[in-house]
């Protein structure tokens, strides 16, 4: 079974900042997607990043960059100039490459960007 | 626009009735879609995968018979609370897969049984 591990429950950074929210996960299959997900005071599930298991390049999303590393199933999220609206709570997620394949979830990650 | 919606928004009800949430794929026909249930300042719990023309797939521990899940048609699936108490009321979400990489979610439906 695959699982996913988000250790830092609550961060806060200043306005401008870099912060880096840490994900690990746990699987035994070789092919899969992993995922950023924000969900903002709205509760609206956001999708920040996604990155294929397959592809050694890490994904890049404006602002959002992650680190992956396949061998030391660690998934991190980095958040450049960090913005008042980037205060939400963060999801790292997991999924096998079937459409019909259900999403395992982190704990999340509560992000307080501070002015 | 929105991709998946999700009715009611809100909805309070006496404990003992029963609440019907609707989940539409607006964009796509989804043979399968997912119910997820999350309470304040929690994650997302998986609860069930709904299947389209077949029974829904409960995750273990969900009670099969209180949380009823209908896929009639690739557009619409429905879960109902049967019975709901106050420890039903949570926050529902759906979500509704177009590829295995691009997942939608519904705006949530807060329940609350008084």
């Known amino acids: 079974a695959q699982t996913v591990t988000q250790s830092q429950p609550e961060m806060s950074v200043q306005e401008a900042e870099t912060v880096t929210l840490s994900c690990t996960y746990d699987?035994?299959?070789?092919?899969?997607?992993l995922f950023w997900y924000k969900q903002p005071p709205s509760r609206q599930m956001i999708l920040v990043i996604r990155q294929e298991a397959y592809k050694q390049q890490n994904a890049t999303e404006n602002r959002f960059s992650v680190n992956f590393q396949k061998a030391a199933k660690s998934f991190s999220l980095k958040i450049s100039d960090s913005q008042l609206g980037d205060t939400a709570m963060y999801f790292c997620a997991f999924s096998l490459m079937n459409r019909d394949d259900k999403i395992i979830f982190g704990k999340g990650t509560r992000l307080h960007i501070l002015p | 626009g929105a991709v998946v919606s999700q009715h009611p928004s809100r909805v309070i009800c006496k404990s003992g009735t029963s609440v019907k949430i609707e989940c539409r794929s607006l964009?796509?026909?989804?043979?399968?879609m997912f119910w997820y249930r999350q309470f304040p300042k929690q994650s997302l719990m998986l609860m069930a995968t709904?299947?389209?023309?077949?029974?829904?797939?409960?995750e273990q521990g969900v009670e099969k018979d209180k949380f009823l899940i209908n896929h009639a048609s690739l557009t619409l699936s429905t879960l109902t609370v049967t019975s709901a108490h106050p420890e039903d009321s949570s926050f529902y979400i759906c979500s509704s897969h177009r590829r295995a990489d691009t997942q939608y979610f519904g705006p949530g439906t807060r329940l609350t049984v008084l």
């Open positions: 699987t035994s299959e070789s092919n899969y997607y």
């Open positions: 964009d796509f026909q989804a043979t399968t």
């Open positions: 709904s299947n389209e023309g077949s029974k829904a797939t409960y």
